[in-house]
Nanobody, 123 residues
Framework: QELLVESGGGLVQTGGSLRLSCAAS????????MGWFRQAPGKEREFVAT???????YAADAVKGRFTISRDNAKKTVYLQMNSLKPEDTAVYYC?????????????????WGQGTQVTVSS
């Protein structure tokens, strides 16, 4: 059974950093495109960043230069390093896997999702 489990969320002050992790099991991790999305209260889920199996990355303009996505295929884990956090980054962050390897920002491309981890940035 395919499973994605996020960890690393929490409460941080403006300007602080957090590192999210997402451990995968039951899927071909090394050939999958992995992505991070977030959803704030009352808002739609939005794309944050994605990484291909070749380690090509792409991030949303709102986080470019502050957030970095990376992966460790041996550990079947994808990471999101978040620096210079702002209150508007507050959201539930979700990890997702695209097993077809399309590489894009639409949530519809992703086949499996984690349960999410809360990130709260205080002002």
């Amino acid at each position: 059974q395919e499973l994605l489990v996020e960890s690393g969320g929490g409460l941080v002050q403006t300007g602080g950093s957090l590192r999210l992790s997402c451990a995968a099991s039951g899927l071909s991790f090394s050939s999958s495109v992995m992505g991070w999305f977030r959803q704030a209260p009352g808002k739609e889920r939005e794309f944050v960043a994605t990484i291909s199996w070749k380690n090509t990355t792409y991030a949303a303009d709102a986080v470019k230069g502050r957030f970095t996505i990376s992966r460790d295929n041996a550990k079947k884990t994808v990471y999101l390093q978040m620096n210079s956090l702002k209150p508007e980054d507050t959201a539930v962050y979700y990890c997702a896997a695209d097993i077809s390897g399309t590489f894009g920002e639409s949530p519809h491309l992703y086949d499996y999702w984690g349960q999410g981890t809360q990130v709260t940035v205080s002002s």
